[in-house]
C-alpha cells in the first residue's frame, strides 16, 4: 500500500518549511505566485490530497451540507438537488446526500450519521411515515441549520419551504369540476403535503355545492405496485368516479395506464389532474393536466437560505415558512376538445 504524501514529505522534497507548503496551497496571500506555483505542482506530481477534515478543525467547520430525501430515483426530488447543489458548490461547500427509502428509522440513522459526520448544516425532505422529529433535536442544540423543504414538520425553530398545497389542490379540484366532474376522488397520502392538497380538493367541491362523501378520499403510498387496488375501487363505486386528482404524476400516469386497459376513456369517461410536472406528465397519452411545482427554484432556494444562514446574513429565525408559486398546466387528460 502506497504511503500517503503529507505536508511534511512536500516540505522535505521541496526544502521548505511546512508553513509555506501549507500558505502554498490554501493560496495565502503571503507566499509567492512562483513559489505556489512550484509547490502545487509539487504536489500533483507526488499524489498529495488535501485532507480537508483535518485543514477544518481549527475553524470547527466541514465546508459539507447534509441533505436527506425520502427517495433518489425522484424526478421532483432530483431536480431539487440540482438546484442545491448549484448553490452551495458555488459558495465553496459540498453536499453528502442520502436517502431514507420512506422510512422514519432509516432517516433517524442518517439524521445521526450527518449530526456524528460535522455537517455545517442540513436539508431535509420527510419520509412518508416520519412522525417524530425527536432525532433533529441535536442541530437544534447545537445551532446547526435545519432546513426542511416539500415534506416538512411544525417546528418553530426551522425554516420550512413549500408551496401553497391547499391552494394548488383547491386549483386542481376546481379546474375538474369547471369541466363538468361531479363525483370526484382524491388519491393521495397522509403525509401533512398530502393532507393540505386534500383540505383544498374538499374547500373546491364545498364552493361548488358538491357534497363529500367518506368514499371520496382514497389514501395509498402512491406506489405502482399498488395500482390494481386503486382501480378496481374505482371500478367499484356505486357513482361512476368522473375525475381524478391524483398527488402525483407518476401515479396519476399508473392510473391513466390502467383505466385505459379496464376500458376507460381518459378524458372523456374519467378527467385525471396530477402533481408535479414531472416528464411523465408529457409523454402518458393522454398528456397530464397537472400542477407545477417548482423543485429546481425550491432547491436555489434551500440553497441560497442555507448558505446565509452559514455566513450569518440573514436570521431565519424570524421566517417560519417560504412558500413558492405554484401553476395548473392544463393539457389532455382533463378536456375534451
Not at 142 to 168: G, M
Amino acid at each position: 500500500m502506497n504511503k500517503r504524501i503529507t505536508i511534511y514529505d512536500l516540505a522535505k522534497t521541496l526544502k521548505v518549511s511546512p508553513g509555506t507548503v501549507s500558505r502554498s496551497l490554501n493560496n495565502h496571500p503571503s507566499i509567492s505566485d512562483k513559489t505556489k506555483q512550484r509547490v502545487i505542482a509539487k504536489a500533483n506530481e507526488l499524489g498529495y490530497k488535501i485532507n480537508k477534515f483535518a485543514a477544518n478543525l481549527s475553524s470547527q467547520k466541514s465546508n459539507t451540507i447534509g441533505v436527506i430525501v425520502p427517495k433518489l430515483n425522484s424526478n421532483f426530488m432530483s431536480t431539487i438537488l440540482a438546484g442545491i447543489e448549484k448553490v452551495v458548490n458555488e459558495a465553496g461547500y459540498s453536499l453528502i446526500i442520502s436517502q431514507s427509502l420512506e422510512s422514519m428509522e432509516k432517516e433517524k440513522i442518517n439524521s445521526m450519521t450527518h449530526f456524528n459526520s460535522g455537517v455545517d448544516a442540513i436539508l431535509v425532505s420527510l419520509a412518508y411515515d416520519t412522525t417524530d422529529y425527536e432525532h433533529f433535536t441535536p442541530f437544534i442544540k447545537h445551532k446547526i441549520p435545519l432546513i426542511f423543504l416539500d415534506r416538512v414538520p411544525n417546528l418553530p425553530e426551522c425554516l420550512t419551504l413549500i408551496i401553497d398545497n391547499y391552494l394548488a389542490g383547491f386549483e386542481a379540484t376546481e379546474h375538474l369540476i369547471e369541466q363538468g366532474c361531479k363525483n370526484i376522488l382524491y388519491i393521495g397520502g397522509n403525509r401533512n403535503v398530502y393532507l393540505e392538497r386534500f383540505k383544498g380538493y374538499k374547500a373546491a367541491l364545498q364552493k361548488h355545492h358538491l357534497d363529500y362523501r367518506f368514499d371520496d378520499l382514497l389514501e395509498t403510498d402512491l406506489d405502482p405496485k399498488n395500482i390494481d387496488e386503486v382501480i378496481n375501487y374505482i371500478k367499484n363505486q356505486p357513482t361512476p368516479i368522473d375525475g381524478l386528482f391524483v398527488a402525483s404524476d407518476s401515479f396519476a400516469a399508473h392510473c391513466i395506464k390502467e383505466l385505459k386497459k379496464a376500458s376507460f376513456k381518459v378524458p372523456e369517461d374519467i378527467k385525471v389532474v396530477g402533481f408535479n410536472n414531472d416528464p411523465i406528465s408529457e409523454l402518458i397519452s393522454p398528456s397530464l393536466t397537472t400542477i407545477n411545482y417548482p423543485g429546481y427554484e425550491m432547491g436555489v432556494l434551500a440553497g441560497q437560505s442555507v448558505i446565509n444562514q452559514l455566513k450569518g446574513n440573514i436570521d431565519m429565525q424570524a421566517t417560519n415558512s417560504i412558500s413558492l408559486r405554484h401553476e395548473l398546466i392544463i393539457r389532455e387528460s382533463s378536456t375534451i376538445k
